[in-house]
């Protein structure tokens, strides 16, 4: 079974300072690797998607890299607006079932303080 | 573009009752998805239609849900009866065509409280 762990489960960190986020996954052959941002009482909202070893991605502050067990989301000099929780999901082909399936883990909840 | 919307936002109601929850997936969206997060656990898949059709169904939890999508356009989560532990957020996403590594975009969910 996909197994998806998010590291650490809280982030608390003054704006300017940067870290990373990180995501474990345990999945027989990976399809792709997504990063959402979630923010209170929405739904979640597309960042990026992963799809090889070695291969990032960047977004105004964010970027994703990955390899063959993780990947991280580096924020870099973070500001309040980046708060959220930030979703980490992977995709696997599955015999008798749909190879759409997204396993989330549980999200890092980032806050950022000005 | 609209996005994925679903409705209601909120639902309580009392164990035993019926609630059916609604998706209008993405204008042109082949594939829709169901998801559901309980308090304290990680959003988890319960289904997928291609269309009208239901290409899995893996994740519903028990006979209690049933799913439709009429037309292969908006789609239904009917709960009946409802019991204390459906409490959560559901979430229904949808994806454009037939490449499963498409992004799949996210209603704001719905959040059911059984009493």
Known sequence: EDQVTQSPEALRLQEGESSSLNCSYTVSGLRGLFWYRQDPGKG???LFTLYSAGEEKEKERLKATLTKKESFLHITAPKPED??????????????????KLTFGKGTLLTVNP | EAGVTQFPSHSVIEKGQTVT???????????????????????KFLLHFVKESKQDESGMPNNRFLAERTGGTYSTLKVQPAELEDSG??????????L????????????????
Not at chain 2, 89 to 98: L, N, P
Not at chain 2, 101 to 110: A, N, S
Request: charged share 15%.
């Open chain 1, 44 to 46: 979640p909202e597309f």
């Open chain 1, 83 to 100: 708060s959220a929780t930030y979703l980490c999901a992977v995709q696997a082909p599955r015999s008798g079932g749909s190879n759409y």
């Open chain 2, 21 to 43: 929850l609604r998706c209008d997936p993405i204008s042109g969206h082949d594939n829709l998805y169901w998801y559901r997060r309980v308090m304290g656990k990680e959003i």
């Open chain 2, 89 to 98: 957020v559901y979430f229904c996403a949808s994806s454009q065509g037939h």
């Open chain 2, 100 to 115: 499963y590594q498409e992004t799949q975009y996210f209603g704001p969910g719905t959040r059911l409280l059984v009493l």
